[in-house]
């Protein structure tokens, strides 16, 4: 029992710290901005839950992916994201918007924001630093359900923060502002991904 704790203990306490300043916390802001909190959370969830399961199921198996395969999908669909948000945030604005009245937020069906959000993070989370912590995690310590619990948790701690933050700002910048925003955001990291993808 005490090694079963230590490695729920080891895993969330890895994988929160590598998560913070990660791009799966930029992303779930941006999420976040343009959808609303709960589909953002229960599609992470899902995602992230997968995730975890994958990194202790297949163990040190996702290193022998090819780096640059997995780079150059994560950089198709960023590049794709990043048109999409530059065509809403240069496009025709909405009236309520433009007299100052819209919430920020896209009136999106609970179903495609969801879909969106378990898309977006989990291509952001496969190979990522925090997923190999879980590998290795569960290499040491030989118990799967903990370390699978504690990535779990970890991931969803940092969700949740950033949902609360991305929530505020929503409030108070206009949509198309947020698009844009959005946009470069996802453009940089397909831009990252591009480079891991010829050079990595």
Same mark, same amino acid.
Not at 1 to 15: D, E, I, K, N, P
């Given at each position: 029992?005490?090694?079963?704790?230590?490695?729920?203990? *080891?895993?969330?306490?890895?994988?929160f710290l590598l998560e913070l300043p990660d791009k799966t916390t930029a992303l779930t802001l941006v999420l976040t901005t343009r959808f609303r909190?709960?589909?953002?959370?229960?599609?992470?969830?899902?995602? +992230?839950?997968?995730?975890?399961?994958?990194?202790?199921?297949?163990?040190?198996?996702?290193?022998?992916?090819?780096?640059?395969?997995?780079?150059?999908?994560?950089?198709?669909? @960023?590049?794709?994201?990043?048109?999409?948000? @530059?065509?809403?945030?240069?496009?025709?604005?909405?009236?309520?918007?433009?007299?100052?009245?819209?919430?920020?937020?896209?009136?999106?069906? +609970?179903?495609?924001?969801?879909?969106?959000? +378990?898309?977006?993070?989990?291509?952001?989370?496969?190979?990522?630093?925090?997923?190999?912590?879980?590998?290795?995690?569960?290499?040491?310590?030989?118990?799967?359900?903990?370390?699978?619990?504690? *990535?779990?948790?970890?991931?969803?701690?940092? *969700?949740?923060?950033?949902?609360?933050?991305?929530?505020?700002?929503?409030?108070?910048?206009?949509?198309?502002?947020?698009?844009?925003?959005?946009?470069?955001?996802?453009?940089? @990291?397909?831009?990252?991904?591009?480079?891991?993808?010829?050079?990595?």
């Open positions: 029992m005490a090694s079963w704790f230590l490695a729920l203990v *080891t895993a969330f306490g890895l994988v909190p709960l589909p953002v959370l229960v599609g992470s969830a899902v995602a +992230f839950a997968l995730q975890a399961v994958i990194a202790v199921s297949l163990g040190s198996a996702i290193a022998l992916l090819p780096n640059r395969v997995v780079a150059g999908a994560v950089c198709l669909i @960023f590049a794709i994201g990043a048109f999409l948000l @530059f065509r809403e945030g240069f496009g025709p604005q909405d009236t309520d918007e433009a007299d100052g009245t819209g919430s920020g937020k896209q009136t999106a069906t +609970f179903r495609r924001a969801a879909l969106t959000s +378990f898309g977006t993070l989990f291509a952001a989370e496969f190979g990522d630093a925090s997923q190999l912590a879980a590998v290795g995690v569960a290499a040491r310590f030989a118990q799967p359900s903990a370390v699978v619990l504690g *990535t779990f948790l970890a991931l969803m701690s940092v *969700t949740a923060l950033a949902v609360f933050i991305g929530s505020k700002i929503s409030r108070r910048v206009p949509a198309h502002l947020i698009n844009r925003g959005a946009g470069f955001v996802f453009s940089a @990291f397909a831009l990252i991904a591009l480079w891991q993808a010829l050079f990595g």
